[in-house]
């Protein structure tokens, strides 16, 4: 079976701050890692994933993701916040085989001015 | 073109009614699903169909009942409303029934509210 961790519920960073957003997984076998994001009452739009390729991971607007094997981890990074970046993201696990994904329980970010 | 379209975006209904949700996909895919978004954020599996077959049935009520009449469509019918059923549900497809690599599509969701 598989499963996320995200750490923090809330994260507040000030504008031109770094972003880091954590998760870790947990599963059996090689793992395919996604971090999703949700802007307020829109649907969930994927940011970027990890399927065994690189471990550095580049997704869309500048946020990036490191697959730490070692670590069990799946962190999520942006140099420079922004305010449109404030949302909540959910980071999510699957497997080759797998038939659904298991969500974390989701971070939700807050850019301050 | 929206991908994975639902209807309503907003629903606000009285316990006991039945009422239902549309879901359309245009992506070609063979599996949908529903999720359950609760109050705290959390996204809960609640029906997956692959190609007009039921593959997950998660533990959720049987007042609520997926219909498929086609692979592009996932509706939700909720009889009995209560007044914990008020959530956001979320409509996904992938292309295949192992999601992969490649993960999901999801709609815009469906806020409904039982009063």
């Known amino acids: 079976a598989q499963s996320v961790t995200q750490l923090g519920s809330h994260v507040s960073v000030s504008e031109g701050a770094l972003v880091l957003l954590r998760c870790n997984y947990s599963?059996?076998?090689?793992?395919?890692l996604f971090w999703y994001v949700q802007y307020p009452n829109q649907g969930l739009q994927l940011l970027l994933k990890?399927?065994?390729?690189?471990?550095l991971v580049k997704g869309i607007n500048g946020f990036e993701a490191e697959f730490k094997k070692s670590e069990t981890s799946f962190h999520l990074t942006k140099p420079s916040a922004h305010m449109s970046d404030a949302a909540e993201y959910f980071c999510?696990?699957?497997?080759?085989?797998?038939?659904?994904?298991?969500f974390g329980t989701g971070t939700s970010l807050t850019v301050i001015p | 073109d929206t991908a994975v379209s639902q209807t309503p975006k907003y629903l606000v209904t009285q316990m006991g009614n039945d009422k239902s949700i549309k879901c359309e996909q245009n992506?070609?895919?063979?599996?949908m699903y529903w999720y359950k978004q609760d109050s705290k954020k959390f996204l809960k599996i609640m029906f997956s169909?692959?190609?007009?077959?039921?593959?997950i049935n998660e533990t959720v009520p049987n007042r609520f009942s997926p219909k498929s009449p086609d692979k592009a469509h996932l509706n939700l019918h909720i009889n009995s409303l209560e007044l914990g059923d008020s959530a956001v549900y979320f409509c996904?497809?992938?292309?295949?029934?192992?999601?992969?690599?490649?993960?999901?599509?999801f709609g815009s969701g469906t806020r409904l509210t039982v009063v």
């Open positions: 999510a696990v699957s497997v080759f085989t797998g038939n659904q994904f298991y």
């Open positions: 992506l070609g895919h063979d599996t």
């Open positions: 599963s059996s076998v090689p793992p395919y």
């Open positions: 169909y692959n190609n007009k077959e039921l593959i």
């Open positions: 990890y399927t065994s390729a690189a471990t």
């Open positions: 996904a497809s992938s292309p295949f029934e192992g999601i992969g690599n490649y993960g999901y599509t």
